[in-house]
């Protein structure tokens, strides 16, 4: 999906336009992290934004316990962070589009490449090394995730259907006092990330992942 938005706007015809939606990509980045999921978390509370507009447009039905119930807490917490990781991945994805030499496309289109045949046979293998890098980042930011379910949850509740590693890591360490339990869980934790990101590496730097270089 960020990569066809991506798309979409390197497509448009005015400067202003993409840049307007690069601006406006960038918006929900400039709030601090605490800040937004402290104000989600109001929203999600019995007298919070969303109850009372369900209510308002006569949909109580659908009213919820957001963040207390197990099949709607997960969904209530990755929404929360969608706005963030989803700017990112976009700008990514447009900054190696239009990194993609202008001759490329022009040739493409004296050969009489059509826009759907462009993005498959070019767009998409020059950008898979930003796949590749947010795939990363992706990861990353699960195993790390931290603050937003903890000022949403406060423990990664109900039950466990919220808890992420950093949670756990931090309640052994600060909550049960279990400092050596915590080290573990972070160490796990990090060759965990290590092996990943060298794997994916190795994966995608390989010759048959790598764009194809001109030859004089």
């Not at 509370?45 to 009213?63: E, R």
């Not at 994805?93 to 490329?104: E, F, K, Q, T």
């Not at 573990?184 to 990943?196: T, V």
């Amino acid at each position: 999906m960020p990569f066809i938005v991506a798309e979409m706007i390197f497509h448009l015809r005015s400067e202003q336009w993409r840049f307007a939606c690069r601006a406006a990509l960038v918006l929900p980045m400039v709030v601090p992290g605490v800040v937004t999921f402290m104000i989600w978390r109001y929203i999600y509370s019995d007298a919070g934004i969303l109850t009372a507009l369900l209510t308002f447009l006569g949909l109580q039905d659908w009213v919820r316990g957001w963040l207390s119930q197990p099949k709607t807490a997960l969904w209530a917490v990755a929404c929360v962070g969608f706005p963030f990781a989803y700017g990112v991945n976009v700008l990514i994805y447009y900054a190696g589009l239009a990194n993609i030499s202008s001759d490329v496309l022009e040739a493409a289109e004296v050969d009489g490449l059509g826009k759907v045949g462009r993005i498959f046979l070019i767009h998409v293998p020059l950008v898979l090394q930003q796949f590749r890098l947010l795939l990363i980042m992706t990861v990353i930011g699960i195993v790390n995730g931290f603050e937003g379910v903890f000022i949403l949850t406060e423990d990664g509740g109900p039950g466990y259907e919220t808890l992420v590693p950093g949670l756990y890591m931090y309640q052994n360490g600060f909550t049960y006092q279990r400092m050596g339990y915590a080290c573990a869980i972070g160490l796990l934790m990090l060759l965990f990330l290590l092996c990943f990101t060298l794997t994916l590496n190795r994966y995608f730097l390989t010759e048959k992942y790598q764009p194809a270089r001109e030859t004089v």
